[in-house]
């Protein structure tokens, strides 16, 4: 078995969780390569000297499983190149919240259970981003979490219409919208006022955020939907799409942002058998 081990520098400060787990996972004959998940400008961080790192694309073609070290986001991240070689992803938590990590810092013991395959593979949805500016597609992404159409700093709200198969459902002034899985649907759609949905369930979440519309509510699409967001006229406002917290893609009025379900499919490893609402009365502290 061989595992890729991808820790946050920033959150896993001297690599001490990822070296830990790789000493117990090289004890019971796991085969262990140290991967940084993105590029380490210069002396901005003080890395083990000993450690030689490792190209994550080159070692995902060959791996078995993605060890990932840090929050939500560093999980984020690293699904799309895990994903990309059907490798399943198990994180370890070191941020606040961590909904998407299998394990706390402190459980870091249970990884020897991995030898011995007493694990599980959850698979969770995605969903393919793209925006449309006359017609043509001029940006793509795939969300494993959300995409966020927002408003810029000046608070002005943006005019909305919400499709589903090109059928009109909705259209509201508001600060933006989300659309997200149901993976997402604990992070920025639940802060929002949207639904908790299991998240292995199949659904698209469409939550409007501050709308100023009495009828502007969250709801569940089916998982073979078209979902569009169609922007208003723009007169001196700036609105942005984020995928997943990434880069904000600086949208136009008249842009078209659609979502419907992926092909791709993200593998999340699970090995305490906690069940999701354990999780969530842990994390949030009661539903």
């Known amino acids: 078995m061989k595992v890729v081990l991808s820790p946050n520098p920033y959150r896993d400060r001297g ?3 990822a070296q830990a787990a790789e000493k117990i996972l090289r004890s019971v004959g796991v085969e262990t390569v140290m991967c940084l998940p993105f590029p380490v400008e210069g002396g901005s961080l003080d890395l083990p000297k000993h450690i030689r790192f490792k190209n994550t694309q080159e070692e995902l073609k060959s ?3 993605l ?3 840090g929050g939500d986001g560093t ?9 990309a070689c059907h490798v399943p992803v198990l994180g370890v938590n070191l941020g606040s919240v961590g909904f998407m990590a299998e394990l706390e810092q402190g459980e870091l013991s249970m990884l020897s259970r991995l030898a011995a395959g007493k694990y599980t593979i959850e698979s969770r949805m995605m969903l393919d981003v793209v925006v449309r500016r006359e017609g043509k597609i001029i940006y793509s992404d795939l969300a494993l979490n959300d995409a966020a159409v927002t408003k810029g700093a000046v608070a002005r709200v943006v005019d909305l219409e919400v499709y589903g198969d090109k059928v009109l459902i909705s259209s509201f002034s508001a600060d933006g919208v989300i659309i997200s899985t149901p993976t997402g649907s604990t992070a920025y759609s639940m802060s929002a006022g949207g639904p908790i949905v299991e998240p292995t369930a199949e659904n698209i979440i469409v939550t409007p955020i501050c709308p100023h519309a009495l009828s502007a ?3 569940v699409l089916g998982r073979g939907r078209l979902l569009s967001v169609k922007l208003g006229r723009m007169v001196r406002k700036t609105t942005y799409l984020s995928v997943d917290g990434g880069k904000a893609f600086r949208l136009n009025g008249g842009d078209v942002v659609e979502a419907r379900e992926s092909k791709s499919k993200t593998q999340l490893v699970r090995v305490t058998g906690r069940t999701f609402y354990e999780i969530l009365n842990h994390k949030l502290g009661g539903v």
Do not use: E, G, T
């Open 75 to 83: 999980i984020l991240h690293a699904a799309k190149d895990a994903n």
């Open 217 to 219: 509510r969250s709801f």
């Open 15 to 17: 690599l001490k969780a």
């Open 63 to 65: 791996a078995d499983m």
């Open 67 to 69: 060890i990932c070290f």
